[in-house]
Structure formats: structure tokens, C-alpha cells
């Protein structure tokens, strides 16, 4: 080692007029003297001051000036610009005792030149009064990179080293993607590969303030503090933690706790995950498994209770040989929801390690899931903790990517944004139509949320271009999957000599609206009094017909007068197959619909339907040509097309050969490779703004007809508000402002004037404004300012492919 080595004294600063003076003066006053002191400026914004008090000093120090990038680039540029052989980082509101660097370079002669040293460190107040003093225990010295992960309350101080020059060329430099944490990445970084030398003494005051960065961005700093925390937990060996904790289990629950407590979930999990791999005695093992239990609830892995050594450990240590999906489905039951998750993970079951995990809400038997998918059943004892059960369940199985749905659970909604905390990716998966929770009642209070709770997960998927379109006007991360067709194609059609008209569907869900299909079918009969009706799916006869009626559905059939040899409830049916091949139409009538799988069924079979009017059905059934599309309330205009379709053989062998080409758009396989490309671009593209535009070009079909589309919008909204106003009551309505038709036309005019000049279909806007500006809708929640920022986005789409 040299006899004086050259330390040079790097400070950063941005906007220090406050503190700045002190720190130059503490590093000029070293009473080691062959020292240089470099003091950088990151962009500061104070009128000059920062800079006038640095040039103040002339040639004692050496400055720099440099566009505003953080911390690590300006200790970046400070490597660059310094000529000592060793580094040593102190912060503008910062001190050294005057002998910082002439005992740290002590203890380098005593040990060897090649070694990083650091010092004990104290905080002060804004005016110099000691708070408290921080000391590495001799126990964490000899484990460093295990204190460095693990101990983060005591931990080491940035300001506290001094660093060999050569270890940056070594190691690398500071990483600008970390605004807080950038000192404790890279000194890990160097832990475990070069000696670090404990000074026990004192020797950097840390000033407290609020115009600090980790005060003033706290939730940001936590964030970043434990992202980078649980890496550096996940790559520590069971041989260093073992080592730092004393082979102390308890001690390292202590550690777990104290994390959750912290907010450090991340680090939390990836701890739990340490332990689960660790060898136990029987009671740390039963600890463990309690603790895991305590915040996971697991209660079944393949239909067996959970059990430490039967399950739970085979499950948490399994190798990991490629990526890792978990998929919540809220229940596990035969739905259609159900029914596309269990075709995706079949179908993608050799690429991707599944793991289905459902609640025990209900237990009812769903569809069956391969024995290469594991299923995890949660016991949920409070809603409210569902979020914090998966996020436990996805970190211990080292999860790539969450998939979810349904997401009408208000209480599920939270868990996009945690995971993004957690960096694990995630798609919300949505089976429904996008209004569909403006029309149940019971799910009004994630209207507002999930526009917000969306755009904290990595993409998500709509069954329809119309659903999928309105949603991204409010949001960038949408993409279009439909409903895979899980029948094969039959070759096998339906019967001439017979008039079956066919409803498969959920009949005790009131938006299915069994009470228009029964009228509809008494308006049939009139016409064709040898039809029959055949309802295959779960049914109750002694609940009320709608929300608005108080007549029950067993009511309503005595009071239509269909007699009982016309009409067919055979309930639900794990085999629905027979019943489409004896069919010679389906007929839906829901309020509200995704993308109903019965209608990829019905075509395989070549099936026309008769379907109410339900925006993005259009995606799956062309009006006219392989079956017929009729407003919602429209029964007289319904039972007349399905009475064509029964009385005219040449029609509905045309329509339902139609019907069966068109099916083929939903091919298993096509739909589930796009599900396939859409999981692999999600994992791929790290950025999300990246990802939102490869979700846009590749994963998004524009509506083919904008005003059609406009239209239909403004149609749904007017529907669904009505429906709201009429359920929960005018009086809970703000009530609208009252103006004359002339404001309101001149509102929407000077809008369009404003944003649309230039606009395409400028045209079809102010028509459906001017329409729509008499409505219930415009008057209480002047929803078209949405519709207009359609329209300004269609508008640059379109100019960018020009």
C-alpha cells in the first residue's frame, strides 16, 4: 500500500444551498491530507445558489455540472471525474468527524489495501443534535451480505465507506434505475467477494430533514427499499442465512414479522420462501407451516388437505424448470368463466407450470383439471384478506404471472397493485361485458375502482372488440381474447322434422332473463303449436322474474298457459351435446353477455340463434346471415324470427351452415395460441409503456364502424344509468343542473369545435351529441366527454399509421 494514498471525497448535490457549506468545509477539514474534494451538481434548480456556493471554494474543490439524473449519476460522474485511488461518497447534508478518512486508511494498513472499510454512523437533527447512533454488531460483520438483506433497521450508511477505485471497475457503478437504494445494491454487490473492514467508531452524522428524498417520497423509497431487499434475500444461500440467524428459526420469524410490519411484503415472502426450504426440527417445521397457513390459508393442494410433508413442502421446494402461472378463480365451479381457464391451462399445460388456486366458498364440483395442474383451494375466512393469501401463495411458488377472474370482488381488485409492488406480472382476465356492473346492483361499487385497479396489472383481456374498445378509452393495457370453442365441430346437424327451440344457460341468474324466453316461446306457439322448448341449466321456479317484478317465474309459466309437454327443464348437465343434436334453434335473451360460449356451441352444430341485442355479440353472430340480432325488449319482433326459423327448413339449413363456418373464428387451438403469445409477451417486454404498445398493434381490433360504435356506447350508457337511477332511487342521484336546450347544444358544439376540426367522423359526433344531449345521461353524469376522447384517440391512431 502506499505511503498516502489519494482519497477523493465525492458530493453530490442538488438543490444543497441549505447544507452544502458544511459538507465542503467537514471534507476540507480531514485531518488526513492527501485527500481531493469533488463536488457535483445534479441539475440544480435553485437560481445559481448551489453553484455560487461550490465555485465560492475556487481551486480548493473540484466542480462539476450535469443534467438532473439522481444520485447514482451523479456519484457515476464523480467516479469518472476523480484521481485518488480511493472512493469515499459523502452527502451535501452530511458530515465527517475530521479524522473519518485518517482512521478508515488505518485500518486498511492494518489489514491490506484491497478492502472495503466502513464506520458506525449516527443521525442528527437539522440542528446538529444527535438523535440516535446505529452499531454493527460483530455478528453482522462476519455475514455481510446477510446483513445487508436482512437487517435493514441497523443496516450500513452510504457515507460510512471508503472503497478501493479498482472495485468499480470490478463491480460496475452505481445503478441509476434506483433512486434510494443505489449504495445498498452496490455494496452487496461487493459483499461475499472482498473483505469489508468494521471502524467501531463514529464517524459520519447523518442529517434528518424533510427536504430529504426517502422523506419526501417515502412510499417511493419503501417500494424501491424492498424490491431491492428481497433480491438480495433471494440470493442469498441457506448457508448465509443460517449463518447470521444462529440457525435461530425464531429469530428469523421475528425478521418476518418485522418485515410485514415495515411494509416490506416483498422481502417478507421471499424470507417465508427461505424457511419453507430449510432443514427443520419437527417444531420449527410445524412454526413454519403455522405461519404460512397464518397468511395463506391454504386448506386443499389436489383435493387432500394440506399437509406439511404429504403436500405443502413437495409443493413450496418444487423445481422450477420453466415459467410459473397461478390463476384465481374466484370458485371452481362449471361455469363459462371456468370453462376457458380450464381449456387455456389443458391446452398450454406442457409450456407452463398451472397452478389454479380457488376459494372454499362454495363447494360445488367444477370441471376437471389435469394432473399436471395443481390446484390450490384457500381458505378464505374474511374477504378482506384475500389479496394478502395470494400474494403470499404467488411469492412462495416463485410466480412469473397472475391471471384472475371474475373481477366483480371489490376485495380482488387491490391485488394488480400489490403484485406490481411484488413485480410479478398479472393480466385480469374479464368474461364479462364491460357494462355488465351498471346493471347488477350489488356490483355498482367497483364501477369506479377497477378502472384504476386495471391499470395496475399488465394487461387486460375483454371476450369482445366492443368491450374491449371502451375500455380503452380509459385505459392503455387492453387486449382482445375471445371465447375458445371447447366442442368439437359435429358432423352431425339437427333435425328437419323437428321445432326445438333450445336456452342452455345459468337460469337462476336473473340478467339470463328465463321470463323473456318463456314469453317469447308463448308468442311461438301461437304460430307453431308443435314446438317445444328445451331449458338446459340450473333453474329455481320460485324467484321473481326480474328485479322489477314481483312475480315468480313459476308464476309467470301458469299465467302463459304453456302446457307442460311443450316446455322441458332438464337442469344442469354435465353432457350438453345430446340437446344441441335434437335442437333446431338457440335463443338467448340475457340483459348482459361476454361472449356466451352456447353460441360457439350452437355453431358447431349448426345451429342458428335468435339473441338479444347485446353490444360485441356482433363479434359472433352476423345479423341476418347465421342467425338474427333483435333489440333487448323487442319479444313480438324475437318470437317472429324464431317462428321463421322453425316453419322454414331451407332458412335454417342456410343460416346454420353459415353458423358453422363462422364458429371456426374460435377454434380451441387458434384462440388458445393467441392466449399463448399474449402470456409470452407479457413476460417478455419488461416496460409497461413498451408492453401498451404491443397490447395496442397486436392484441386490439379497432371497431369497424366508428359511428356504429359511438351509438352503441351512448345507447348503453343512457340503458344502464337508467337502470341505476331506477334501483337505487332518484333522490340518491345528484340531481342535474338545469339548463336550456340552447346551453346545452352550444356546450357540445364548442367541445367539437374545439377538439374536432380536422376530426375524422366529426360528422356522425355532433349528430349523436346533439341526440344525445335531451337524454337522463347527459344531464347526470355528462358521460360524452368520454365519448369524445374516443374519438381524439381514433383520431391519432389513425394519423399514426398514415
Known sequence: ??????????????????????????????????????????????????????????????????????????????????????????????????????????????????????????????????????????????????????????????CAFLIPRQYFDRFGVFNPALRYTQDADMWFRMAGNVPFIHVKEVLVRSRQHEEQDSQKHRDGFLLEADRVMSRMIRDLTMEEVGLYSGQSYTYLESKFHSFMKTGFEKSAYRLLKHLCSSTMAPKEIEMVSNLIQANAGIKEINHSPCHWERNLYPLLTKKKSKPRIVVYSGVWIRGGGERVLSAITETLKDKYDWYIVSNDLLNKEGFPIAKEITHIRLKVGTMENLCTQLAVVCSLLDADLFMASPNFDINLLPIYEKLRGLEIRSIACNFGHYFLPYIIEDLYPIIERRTEAFSQASAVTWLTSFSANVYAQLNDNGALLPTPNTFPKSSVKAPKDKKVVLSVGRFNDPIKRL?????????????????????????????????????????????????????????????VEPFYMKASVLLLTSESEGIPMVLNEAGTFGLPCVISDISGLEDMITDGESGYIVPQEDLDLMASKVSALLSDFDLRDRMGNRAYELVERFARQRICERWERLMDTVLSVKGQDELNSILNDRFMEPPAHYESFSRKVIREYERNISLVIENKGAHNVPQPRLETDLDSHLEIAAEIEGNFRASIHAEAYQQAAQEFSNTVSWRVTRPLRWCKRFYVSARERLTRNE
Not at 516 to 541: C, M, N, W
Request: hydrophobic share 35%; proline share 4%; glycine share 8%.
Open 515 to 575: 321470463d323473456r324466453i318463456l314469453k317469447v316461446f308463448a308468442k311461438v306457439l301461437t304460430s307453431q303449436p308443435d314446438a317445444e322448448l328445451h331449458l338446459v341449466g340450473p333453474y329455481k321456479l320460485n324467484v321473481r322474474t326480474d328485479s322489477r317484478s314481483k312475480e315468480t317465474i313459476g308464476e309467470l309459466i301458469a299465467r302463459l298457459r304453456i302446457p307442460k309437454d311443450k316446455m322441458l327443464f332438464v337442469g344442469e348437465q354435465e353432457n
Open 1 to 158: 500500500m502506499a505511503a498516502e494514498p489519494k482519497v477523493s471525497i465525492v458530493i453530490p448535490v442538488y438543490n444543497g444551498a441549505n447544507y452544502l457549506h458544511e459538507a465542503i468545509n467537514c471534507a476540507l477539514a480531514q485531518t488526513y491530507l492527501n485527500t481531493e474534494v469533488v463536488v457535483v451538481n445534479d441539475g440544480s434548480n435553485d437560481d445559481g445558489e448551489t453553484e455560487r456556493i461550490a465555485l465560492s471554494y475556487g481551486d480548493r474543490i473540484r466542480y462539476f455540472a450535469k443534467e438532473n439524473g439522481g444520485v447514482a449519476t451523479a456519484l457515476n460522474l464523480g467516479l469518472e471525474k476523480m484521481t485518488g485511488d480511493y472512493f469515499s461518497w459523502l452527502s451535501h447534508d452530511d458530515m465527517y468527524t475530521p479524522d473519518k478518512i485518517e482512521k478508515q486508511i488505518k485500518a486498511l494498513r492494518q489489514f491490506g489495501e484491497q478492502a472495503v472499510v466502513f464506520s458506525d454512523y449516527c443521525h442528527i437533527s437539522p440542528t446538529g443534535k444527535l438523535l440516535h447512533t446505529y452499531r454493527v454488531s460483530p455478528h453482522g460483520t462476519s455475514n455481510t451480505r446477510a446483513l445487508l438483506a436482512i437487517s435493514y433497521e441497523v443496516g450500513f450508511h452510504g
